[in-house]
């Protein structure tokens, strides 16, 4: 079925005014008709939305009416919708305390809120304290989210950072736990990340630049105005972004630095805040790494000598350059170690091969290992971390598409697992009405696709049922199958849920990402369908049941399978989607802009990566024929997919088309990437793509 109109609709869609904008590059013209959508001004509009150009604004604010006007009769299934997905949210939720030392520190919500609170209690228990109520300081703020909470190694002290307007500029705060009041400290326009000196009376930082990237590392001292802070490192290259965190052991802040491709670390020990950043290895094009320390010895995760899926090596802390690299866990092709987590006595790894995960644990005084295993066919595993480094207790979570999230916490000698904490559904979840399970898909160039999948068990495979495919396929993340109480709202209702594993991400290895990336993009894309076409022969769906479903790179993916395959499917969501690909990365003052080169190639430099973006971007190959239902959702503060992007896609293909649609265009005008704050605000705009969803297949009434 297609989507019926609202029959009480007399709002026509907007149409943008045609400014055609040309360039030349590499001696090709492109026509850009809707350029003029980008505000000149907008890395203050980031700052502050109110300085956004009136005649983008009204065009923005025409679309958001128009959508309002097709999917206004959904109203009432959005609000049933938010109202299911509430009910399964536990309101005063609390994650599992994290001791460190002689506390225990964690974050909960209240009954009702919408943002976290940070807090601790005794290490064995006892009267809690609560240090930051996320509900107290979003008051009378249109958006709030933390950036991050951290308390000073000797428990007196908690740095705490916000941002208030969706844009990603964190201003960071020091908080007295004795008597709960800020300090006059306020360091801004950073990323949020905060590592403590080891006598708590400094702070290192990051501070991003006017073009918003996270260049240099900063050290601020404690009772002094951020024009006096000390510049620790500066990153040269516009294609690196820095960041920072603590090692391992605690004693040192790691600088990290690094592009898709290549990455270099340097070590700033705490204790002596006067000693320059020390340089792990210099990097070398195409060779990643990162380091965890252990005494006089470093462990680090690496892909160098060709070990495309990573491998472990060891270095001596006084000469770790790559001369002195040793193999501890060699390289094996097709199992790719995700990341490392090390402890005084024990080294943690966690690895994934044909989509599925493992956690690996080694006895660094033995060398023996053994791993945690799991049944189901599909699931996900990940390491949770801590605070403290001489322990034997690791902790994790796992859930899969039908089992809620299950914390555990495992000691590494004994090897027995504690049960800590089971995600509470509390309108009720039963695992065994559901089924979890994977087929494969074969792709144009026959590459074996995982397509993770969950339905009712009362399911009638007979390809009727609705689907909706989720994918994403960029810098090599991986799509995990794990569980979403959210989308028991489509499932419940008779939707089968699938998530195809598509190159670009890391799903079944680096080499996996590496072959759907610059001039091999084009393979997620082609990927994508193919799991579509897959669930159809396995008569789970059938042609135009489909919704496709995205955001970011994703949004990306779902532009470029409208383009390439939009006969497969009745709707498509989009989210903050990185459609305007060619023109995004050819404008080197944009946030992201230098970083992405290494992942979709540099058109300015290059004609040949000119040539394929252009070949596959999605805004500039809207072509004249029939298109799915369309609904893109945007943030007008988002840094890295701004806001245009999605409103030039959304204007293009109306004024391209020949049929089909309708296409909808939705802007959060107090939002960023993330859409709106708040948990509960955040279901808003799960019910506007759900009910979408369910409206392109002619369930809007369900």
Not at 323 to 333: G, K, Q, S, T, V
Not at 623 to 635: D, N, R, S, V
Request: proline residues 5%.
């Amino acid at each position: 079925m297609t989507p019926t109109l609202n029959p009480k609709i007399s709002q026509p869609a907007p149409v943008a005014p045609r400014r055609p904008h040309s360039f030349t590059r590499h001696g090709i013209t492109v026509v850009d008709d809707y350029a003029w959508l980008k505000d000149p001004n907008w890395q203050e509009v980031l700052r502050d939305p109110s300085v956004l150009d009136a005649d983008i604004r009204n065009y923005l604010e025409s679309e958001n009416d128009y959508t309002e006007s097709l999917l206004g009769h959904t109203a009432s299934l959005q609000k049933t919708l938010v109202a299911e997905m509430r009910g399964r949210i536990k309101e005063d939720d609390s994650s599992v305390p994290a001791p460190d030392g002689p506390f225990a520190y964690f974050r909960r919500f209240r009954d009702g809120g919408q943002h976290e609170l940070f807090g601790r209690s005794a290490r064995d228990g006892g009267e809690t304290e609560i240090i930051l109520d996320g509900d107290q300081l979003a008051e009378n703020q249109e958006y709030f989210r933390f950036g991050g909470a951290r308390h000073s190694p000797d428990h007196r002290l908690e740095a705490w950072s916000a941002d208030i307007k969706g844009s990603e500029y964190f201003s960071i705060r020091v908080r007295d736990w004795a008597d709960g009041a800020d300090r006059d400290d306020l360091v801004e326009e950073t990323d949020g990340a905060v590592v403590w000196s080891a006598d708590a009376t400094a702070f290192f930082y990051v501070k991003l630049d006017d073009n918003h990237r996270p260049m240099q590392v900063w050290r601020h001292r404690l009772g002094t105005p951020q024009a006096d802070d000390v510049l620790v490192y500066e990153e040269q290259d516009a294609g690196w972004f820095t960041h920072i965190h603590e090692s391992s052991s605690g004693r040192f802040c790691v600088i990290a630095g690094g592009d898709h491709e290549t990455s270099e670390q340097r070590l700033i020990d705490i204790a002596d805040l006067d000693a320059p950043p020390r340089l792990v290895a210099a990097r070398e094009q195409g060779v990643q790494y990162s380091v965890a320390d252990r005494g006089d010895e470093l462990f680090i995760l690496t892909n160098a000598d060709g070990a495309i899926d990573f491998k472990i090596v060891t270095a001596p802390l006084d000469a770790p350059a790559r001369a002195n690299w040793r193999d501890l866990i060699p390289y094996r092709e097709g199992v790719y170690v995700i990341d490392i987590e090390l402890y005084a006595g024990h080294l943690v790894r966690l690895e994934r091969a044909n989509a599925l995960p493992a956690i690996i644990i080694r006895d660094l005084a033995t060398g023996k290992e053994h791993d945690i295993a799991f049944a189901e066919a599909a699931y996900s595993l990940d390491t949770m971390g801590g605070y403290e480094f001489d322990t034997t207790n690791l902790r994790f979570s796992y859930s899969s598409m039908t089992t809620p999230s299950e914390v555990y916490d495992y000691d590494m000698a004994s090897r027995t697992r504690i049960l800590r904490k089971r995600q509470e559904i509390p309108s009720g979840h039963n695992p065994a009405d559901y089924v979890t399970t994977r087929i494969t898909a074969t792709s144009h160039d026959g590459a074996r696709v995982p397509v993770s999948i969950l339905h009712r068990r009362d399911l009638v495979r007979d390809g009727t049922a609705p689907l909706l495919l989720y994918g994403y396929g960029s810098y090599g993340m991986a799509m995990p199958a794990s569980f979403s109480a959210n989308r028991l709202s489509l499932v419940d209702r008779g939707f089968v849920y699938a998530i195809a594993h598509i190159r670009g991400g890391s799903d079944k290895g680096w080499g996996w990402y590496l072959d759907g990336k610059r001039d091999k993009k084009t393979n997620s894309f082609d990927d994508f369908a193919s799991c579509g076409r897959a669930l159809i022969d396995a008569r789970y769906t059938s042609a135009k049941r489909i919704v496709g479903h995205g955001g970011s790179a994703g949004g990306m993916l779902m532009g470029a399978v409208a383009n390439r395959a939009g006969g497969l499917f009745a709707g498509i969501v989009a989210e903050v989607p990185f459609v305007d690909v060619l023109n995004t990365m050819l404008d080197d003052t944009l946030p992201l802009t230098p970083p992405e080169w290494p992942e979709w190639g540099n058109p300015i430099e290059s004609e040949a990566d000119f040539n394929t973006i252009l070949s596959y971007s999605p805004y500039d190959n809207v072509a004249a024929k029939h298109y799915p239902a369309i609904l893109a959702m945007a943030g007008l503060t988002d840094p890295r997919v701004t806001y245009w992007e999605p409103a030039k896609w959304i204007a293009r293909l109306r004024a391209t088309m020949t049929s089909g649609g309708p296409v909808l265009l939705r802007t959060n005008m107090g939002a960023g990437h993330g859409g709106a704050s708040g948990r509960f605000h955040r279901l808003d705009e799960v019910a506007i793509a759900y009910a979408f969803a369910l409206w392109a297949v002619g369930m809007a009434a369900s």
